[in-house]
């Protein structure tokens, strides 16, 4: 069965260092998302992405974050320079649906990020 | 008014109970309805979606209800496998850009007791 990876399964960083978490989406999906969830709490939007581009953002998806599909199949996110509160876990996720209603999610495993 | 808010529980049924979660959500114009099963420390998976007459599956039943702006899930003959936190989750129609997005809720609680 079709699934979304996601590298690495558990970073731990430095405060200030810039993190790239990676994912590969089912290969014929053509929206990419990510979510995080900080411990205890509610799986929360960060952003969507759809022909190589971002096509929406929450409050959270500030300029210390970005998004890049480099090679066709990867999927990243990037956090500039991290901080305490950004550590959670990332779930990429990815679905096939061609537009109009949302249609089910895809989720990777996560990466669990620790900022220290 | 949250976006989507639930019940937190924890919910503590024995095997074999009838259990119900409810969700409800502040946006009319979301027009896609799931639930979602998440296990601890886990990806959250598609349990159903709901649908606006109301649908089953198994031992699960989903409904809908558009005036109320209300979601529910019934479990029914509740297994120990069952025990996991289960997601209401909404579309909200995006402000901008074509991909839609899912808003979840903070999840209840289930622990199936033996």
């Known amino acids: 069965e079709p699934e979304v990876t996601q590298t690495p399964s558990h970073q731990v960083t430095q405060m200030g260092q810039e993190v790239i978490l990676r994912c590969v989406p089912i290969s014929n999906h053509l929206y990419f998302y990510w979510y995080r969830q900080i411990l205890g709490q509610k799986v929360e939007f960060l952003v969507s992405?759809?022909?190589?581009?971002?096509?929406?953002k929450s409050e959270i998806f500030d300029d210390q974050f970005s998004v890049e599909r480099p090679d066709g199949s990867n999927f990243t996110l990037k956090i500039r320079s991290t901080k305490l509160e950004d550590s959670a876990m990332y779930f990429c996720?990815?679905?096939?649906?061609?537009?109009?209603?949302?249609?089910?999610?895809?989720f990777g495993e996560g990466s669990r990020l620790t900022v220290l | 008014r949250k976006e989507v808010e639930q019940d937190p529980g924890p919910f503590n049924v024995p095997e074999g109970a009838t259990v119900a979660f409810n969700c409800t959500y502040s946006?009319?114009?979301?027009?896609?309805f799931f639930w979602y099963r998440q296990d601890c420390r886990k990806e959250p998976k598609l349990l159903m979606s709901?649908?606006?007459s109301g649908n089953e599956d198994g031992r699960f039943t989903a409904q809908l209800n558009r005036a109320s702006q209300y979601i529910s899930l019934l479990i029914r003959d509740s297994k120990l496998s069952d025990s996991a936190t289960y997601l209401c989750?909404?579309?909200?129609?995006?402000?901008?850009?074509?991909?839609?997005?899912?808003?979840f809720g903070s999840g209840t609680q289930l622990t199936v007791l033996p």
């Open positions: 946006n009319s114009a979301s027009q896609s």
């Open positions: 989750v909404v579309n909200i129609p995006p402000s901008s850009g074509s991909a839609r997005q899912l808003t």
């Open positions: 996720a990815s679905t096939g649906w061609t537009g109009g209603l949302a249609g089910e999610l895809f």
């Open positions: 992405f759809y022909n190589n581009e971002i096509s929406e």
């Open positions: 709901v649908y606006s």
